[in-house]
């Protein structure tokens, strides 16, 4: 096999434009696609028209374009089985695949398959138990038998909406019974009630092959669209790595309690786990409680974890999909990364699209990455999304990189632009 890789990245997001940044530069790389991309990729990737969950047309690109590595960015390929499509088809079934078969994807795609695999491997996680429509009564006896606030989760993927916390009984037991008539289609047939955890939350993000597993800077996000984290949850309004209170006593305690047997249970349960895996994890008075599984990256985190890395990420990446990951060496800058979100006026609510970004050239010592953007026929770049573009600061601290992101993403503007002033600010208190 030659030495270098032609690399399919599936994906449109600021995720995806971070990790085809930091593949960009690999000595390792021959030729990026991205499926489809977006314009921050342009100057790194070839793009290429289609969505990541049309399979016949990823297969026929991995064929036309000799690709050597598929490397998925959002869940939905995996969960619907990517992987074990292309492995079916002789004509793709050579090509790497950084990213878990619908087997492993379950622990993305049902938060009940989860809840149970962590249950069977002893890894720290709410109390919970999990009803359909059938059981309602005993659903609202387990509920009873908890304190408020309730958290409701609908079993599938529910475009990140699927998660309820609620104070009032009443009203859990209306939601309860909303999700159970089809609120969130499929995804709410069963429903996960569990227990509330109380403190504060952080991104880890882990690279295995199956066997070995490589932790990778971790992160903490900024899910809500107002400063001090009051309003609607959003996809996430900025990020920061490292987080100051995951020390090394905390990582540690989640090396050793979740990410291990996490790792060990992949082989017990049968599954061929090659990919990242992403654990949203509570800190609850210094002990982590792993509150979900994602198969995937996260987003807005990429953008904050991808600058962090020093080492060759594609050379990582092929080592998980080639199963060899044991002979490779993470590097980790100790920067901090500090990334800002610019959302469109009115995100996540409606909002418009279409409008004329200025000022990107104009932007100094940090990185650009774009989340929701278009190319116009003129060549403009165009706002296409509720979550537009991140602007992220590598500095030597906390401090530096909020003044660094935040002097420098005053140049751009768009009509109705948006961004929180606060990110990072919160973390100050453990440094
Ligand atoms: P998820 O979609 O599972 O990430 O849940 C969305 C958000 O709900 C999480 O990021 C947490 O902020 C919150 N959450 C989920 N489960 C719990 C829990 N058991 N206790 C407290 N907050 C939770
Ligand atoms: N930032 C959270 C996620 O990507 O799901």
Redo the contacts with the bound molecule.
């Keep these: 096999m030659k030495e270098t890789l032609n690399v399919l990245l599936l994906g449109s997001g600021g995720r995806e434009n971070a990790l085809a940044w930091k593949m960009a530069g690999s000595p390792l790389l021959d030729k990026l696609y991205c499926m489809p991309g977006n314009p921050g990729m342009e100057k790194v990737a070839v793009l290429l028209s289609g969505r990541p969950t049309d399979f016949p047309k990823v297969a026929e690109y991995v064929t036309l374009y000799g690709i050597d590595m598929v490397v998925a960015g959002p869940e939905d390929p995996l969960v619907e089985g990517l992987r074990d499509y292309l492995a079916s088809d002789p004509a793709t079934s050579g090509v790497l695949f950084v990213g878990p078969d619908r087997s492993g994807a379950r622990l993305e795609g049902s938060?009940d398959f989860a809840k149970g695999f962590m249950g069977r491997h002893g890894i720290p996680t709410?109390a919970y138990r999990t009803f359909d429509k059938d059981s309602l009564s005993e659903a609202i006896e387990f509920l009873d038998t908890l304190r408020p606030p309730y958290?409701l989760?609908a079993d599938g993927l529910a475009a990140?909406k699927?998660?309820l916390?609620i104070d009032d009984r009443q009203e859990a037991v209306r939601e309860l019974e909303e999700m159970f008539s089809g609120k969130f289609g499929d995804a709410g047939a069963k429903v996960v009630i569990?227990?509330?955890?109380?403190g504060i939350?952080c991104s880890v993000f882990v690279l295995t092959d199956g066997e070995d597993y490589m932790i990778l800077p971790e992160a903490k996000d900024y899910?809500r669209i107002m400063d001090g984290d009051l309003g609607l949850n959003t996809g996430g309004m900025g990020s920061v790595s490292p987080v100051p209170f995951a020390d090394g006593v905390f990582m540690k305690k989640v090396e050793e309690r979740i990410v291990k047997p996490t790792v060990a249970a992949f082989g017990a349960e049968g599954m061929d786990y090659r990919g990242f895996i992403f654990i949203?994890l509570?800190n609850c008075d210094g002990e982590p409680y792993v509150?979900?599984y994602n198969v995937r990256m996260g987003d807005p985190e990429t953008e904050a974890v991808m600058p962090r890395i020093e080492s060759d990420l594609l050379s990582h990446l092929k080592a998980a999909a080639s199963r060899t990951l044991k002979d490779e060496k993470l590097e980790v800058s100790g920067k901090t990364a500090l990334t800002v979100i610019a959302v469109s006026g009115g995100y996540p609510g409606s909002y418009e699209k279409g409008k004329v970004i200025s000022g990107l050239d104009a932007l100094e010592g940090v990185t650009l990455f774009h989340s929701g953007t278009a190319r116009s026929a003129e060549g403009d770049v165009l706002t296409a999304g509720g979550r537009v573009l991140a602007v992220v600061a590598l500095e030597d601290d906390l401090e530096s990189a909020r003044e660094k992101v935040y002097s420098e993403i005053g140049k751009i503007s768009f009509d109705r632009m948006f961004y929180r002033h606060d990110i990072g600010c919160d973390v100050a208190k453990y440094l």
Excluded: D, T
């Design positions: 938060k709410a958290v989760k990140g699927g998660v916390i569990e227990q509330f955890l109380s939350e899910k949203g509570m509150i979900e």
